[in-house]
């Protein structure tokens, strides 16, 4: 029964990798046929009273749009091989019929079904139903991990049940209805470039909730982040002003980093305090000192960090989305991995109980704000890249969005629960439904009062699914 599973696990992953790849290859074929044809279709979008194509939102009218501007590009050619330098110098009215019968003729042809022009086509379907078979592949990785040491006569309606209880399944539901909803309201939804864009919104957020969830499985908060990744940028962009290699200054913002998240980590482990009233205070502190060292203006990157936003692997997926994807499999590693994770999660759990075992509460207090200052230093960078410019005030509000994320990916306030797998599907979907709200035209203001209704219903639902456990 395992082999077969695992074998089914393989299966589903290899099809939804390989669904994945013939959509970005479908969607790369769309952008290159298309290519040709992009200023003929802004001109006649544009004679039907709209500022440009993209606004065209009806799919009958966009192609017609589509095949008015193939034939268009046609004519123009057909035009060019009898002498003319476009279609609109010829005046003979007979000529002009025979040019566009042949036009037409020509669209016709480029529009026959081979297998390029069908997958160009199909290709959003195709990346719907990957992300579908991907998303079955999880379910059964999850499923997988959790029925480990459990009784093999444990029941199908048991393993439901328990599935159906983990907050990671219910995050992966409403992702996928969500997907399908914005997708079949606007198609753009679901195109790669968007998927992509998706990811760099949330590469500095993801960077953050994987930070803030380490310290909330550990029993700890940070609220100093958003303004401590300001200090490290503002760090990094003054030694770049004054000519140091980007290495030092890179290593100048990580140290920086390191000795705001010891601060924070000896005073809350020495002092005994609550970590949330610390770390606001700290907050304000490095707050301060971000403003004394930029004057309150903006600090440019010169250009140096650019290399994060526009490098990209296989041609489509950015460098600084990769460097998040790192981050996550960091914590995921060090939490579930190594004794270091263990020893946090029992810290987390109970500190007494830990401190009785003989684990050394403090130290490792210490050394978990610490970590968690080096990852909040990579998001500082990431920010920098997609900015190229950065001030005191940049990184406000972000510690608040990474704690909500962590929250709604099943990481509790009490310490010693949740999972890196919850708190990024947590981030991921704050990151589908801002771009969701962007993509349907919400109005700015209504977008305020729904991450208002998302912080609620996060501490909610965590204080719901702590309470029925308890029970």
């Known amino acids: 029964m395992k082999k077969g599973m695992r074998q089914l696990r393989m299966i589903l992953l290899v099809l939804g990798l390989l669904l994945f790849v013939l959509a970005t290859v479908g969607e790369s074929l769309e952008r290159a046929e298309w290519e040709p044809y992009g200023g003929y279709a802004e001109d006649i979008a544009k004679a039907k009273g709209y500022k440009s194509y993209a606004e065209v939102t009806e799919e009958t009218l966009q192609e017609e749009i589509?095949?008015?501007?193939?034939?268009?590009?046609?004519?123009?050619?057909?035009?060019?091989?009898?002498?003319?330098?476009?279609?609109?110098?010829?005046?003979?009215?007979?000529?002009?019929?025979?040019?566009?019968?042949?036009?037409?003729?020509?669209?016709?042809?480029?529009?026959?079904?081979?297998?390029?022009t069908l997958l160009a086509s199909v290709w959003r379907p195709l990346l719907i139903l990957s992300l579908l078979v991907l998303l079955c592949c999880l379910v059964l990785l999850i499923l997988a991990n959790r029925s480990q040491g459990a009784k093999k006569t444990v029941r199908y309606r048991q393993r439901i049940s328990g599935m159906l209880k983990d907050q990671r399944m219910l995050l992966i539901l409403v992702i996928i209805v969500m997907v399908?909803?914005?997708?079949?309201?606007?198609?753009?939804?679901?195109?790669?470039?968007?998927?992509?864009?998706?990811?760099?919104?949330?590469?500095v957020l993801g960077v953050l909730t994987m930070a803030q969830a380490m310290l909330l499985i550990s029993g700890g908060i940070d609220l100093s982040m958003g303004n401590m990744m300001s200090l490290v940028g503002v760090t990094v962009a003054t030694l770049l002003m004054k000519d140091q290699p980007l290495f030092i200054a890179v290593l100048g913002g990580m140290g920086v980093a390191v000795l705001c998240g010891l601060?924070?980590?000896?005073?809350?482990?020495?002092?005994?305090?609550?970590?949330?009233?610390?770390?606001?205070?700290?907050?304000?502190?490095?707050?301060?000192?971000?403003?004394?060292?930029?004057?309150?203006?903006?600090?440019?990157?010169?250009?140096?960090?650019?290399?994060?936003?526009?490098?990209q692997l296989y041609n489509f997926l950015p460098l600084m989305v990769i460097f998040m994807l790192v981050v996550v499999l960091f914590v995921y590693v060090l939490l579930s991995r190594t004794k270091f994770g263990r020893r946090i999660v029992a810290i987390g759990g109970?500190?007494?109980?830990?401190?009785?075992?003989?684990?050394?509460?403090?130290?490792?207090?210490?050394?978990?704000?610490?970590?968690?200052?080096?990852?909040?230093?990579?998001?500082?960078?990431?920010?920098?890249?997609?900015?190229n410019a950065i001030t005191a005030t940049a990184g406000s509000g972000y510690e608040t969005d990474a704690l909500v994320a962590a929250i709604i990916g099943g990481v509790t306030f009490e310490g010693g629960r949740g999972t890196v797998s919850g708190a990024f599907l947590g981030c991921l979907l704050t990151g589908i439904i801002s771009n969701a709200l962007d993509i349907l035209g919400v109005n700015a203001y209504v977008k305020v009062v729904v991450s208002g209704a998302i912080v609620v219903g996060a501490v909610v639902l965590s204080n719901i699914n702590n309470l029925r456990k308890k029970r």
């Open 263 to 311: 601060f924070n980590g000896i005073i809350i482990a020495k002092s005994r305090c609550i970590p949330l009233i610390i770390t606001l205070g700290t907050g304000q502190i490095f707050y301060g000192i971000g403003l004394i060292i930029c004057g309150g203006s903006f600090l440019q990157f010169k250009d140096k960090l650019e290399f994060l936003r526009k490098i």
């Open 180 to 203: 399908a909803v914005v997708g079949i309201i606007n198609p753009k939804f679901v195109r790669l470039a968007n998927v992509i864009a998706i990811f760099q919104q949330i590469s």
């Open 350 to 387: 109970n500190e007494k109980n830990a401190y009785l075992s003989g684990i050394h509460v403090d130290l490792y207090k210490i050394i978990t704000y610490a970590i968690s200052a080096l990852i909040v230093s990579v998001a500082a960078l990431i920010l920098g890249a997609r900015l």
């Open 66 to 116: 589509r095949q008015q501007a193939m034939v268009e590009a046609a004519c123009n050619a057909v035009a060019l091989e009898r002498g003319y330098k476009k279609f609109s110098k010829v005046k003979d009215e007979a000529e002009i019929e025979e040019i566009r019968t042949q036009a037409k003729a020509l669209a016709l042809a480029e529009n026959e079904n081979n297998f390029g």
